[in-house]
């Protein structure tokens, strides 16, 4: 009865293995090349989304506001504008936190 059992763990166990390979080499073979394309992406819309230019007081977020097609800054508080660069002189600051 021992022995059945383990045989049927290491049955289970082989299938297992040669069931998570087809899904890891399915999941990397995409368009007949072997890549991470996903991981690819999510660099380059990174990359995007740090290139753009906030002036220092502000930021642009990959999940953040988008316009047509591009991420756009968000801005400090006090700052305005597309880029943040416009103070806003009657803004009331809380230098206490």
Known sequence: MAK???S???VCLVCSLILNLLLVS?????GGKWELSWS???AEE??????????GHGRAYLDGL???G???CECNSCFEGPDCSQFSPDCIANVDG
């Open 26 to 30: 399915n999941h990397m073979h995409v």
């Open 40 to 42: 690819r992406k999510a």
């Open 66 to 68: 988008v316009v047509d």
């Open 8 to 10: 049927l763990c290491v």
């Open 70 to 72: 591009s991420p756009v």
């Open 46 to 55: 990174g990359e995007a989304a740090a290139a753009v230019a906030c002036s």
């Open 4 to 6: 059945i059992q383990i």
